[in-house]
């Protein structure tokens, strides 16, 4: 009987498929999507009670599967985790991807050591982070060799940016969104009572009266892109700069041609270098204001960001390259 090989997902299979695509062209097998859309649920008890139930079913079926991609994390930390408590024998290859670890404010002794006993098995084949440094910090982080983590370019979807037509009538407006590990404080604080005009995308951020900064906290999907689509540039200011984060908004915006300033971090020049597709800043006010005048004014470099930004998504960080990469590292195992 030929066995599985399985991705599982909490997404929309069809923005998924040019991911499945790249993993079969690399690895030479046949691969299908595992759904439970888990990340509709705004309870994080009920999302989690979610995760346990769908991974079980995974375990009891895993000796009709070969291998099996976790795109979704927490679905191959669990599956681990009862592949572990009942000492069942190896039977799958198994890949987590996206992985991002961040101590909790509750129960952090007791959700570190559940981490750590899950990923630590023999159950876990690689883990896929998407910086370097990231395997570096984890490696220490979690007391496991370096070479259980592998490193490789997150990739997005490709969207038909031209759908989203240019309103005219749009200011040059700075746009900023995402909440994790944002640092609004810094952005609000350097750019108040500026020339700019500031959008900040961000559902859980509250009570900015500047005249120059307008919040959105219910724009999604397709009212986002649109938003995208008209901004003059994004910025991305990031807070703790060990956490990998920004990098879906960044790849984002270089799809859209969108010029970016960017908080530096170790995460994010894997995919940044500075004043060839991106602008790198530290969090001091000066360094924004002068990165943003660099963009008004000069026509010459704004062209150049944008386009050779474009050009390394195009190239990097597609969700068929990745798949692609994925695909070489199973296909090698």
Known sequence: MNKENIILIDN?????????????????????????????EKNSIIRYIKYFIFSF??????????????????????????????????????????FIYKDKKKFKKIYYKFIKYCISSKYVDKIICYSASECEYYSKKFNLEINKFIYLNLGIRKMNINKYKKDMRADKYILSCGKSNRDYDFLISALKNTKYQVHIICDNLKGVKEKNIKVYNDVYGEKYFEMLANAYCVVIPLKDLKISSGQLVLLQAMQFKKPVIITETETVKNYITDSYNGILIKNIGSNLIEALEKLYDNEELYNK?????YKEFEEKYSLYVLGKNIGYITEKD
């Open 12 to 40: 929309d299979k069809e923005q998924m498929k040019e991911f499945k695509d790249g993993i079969e062209k690399t690895s030479k097998k046949k691969w299908k999507f595992v759904l439970e859309k888990s990340n509709k």
């Open 57 to 98: 079913k995974i375990f009891n079926r895993r000796k009709k599967i070969e291998n099996i991609i976790a795109w979704q994390q927490f679905f191959g930390i669990i599956f681990s985790f009862y592949c572990r408590i009942f000492h069942v024998k190896k039977v799958n290859k198994l890949y987590i991807c996206t």
């Open 305 to 309: 960001l944008s386009e050779n930004a």
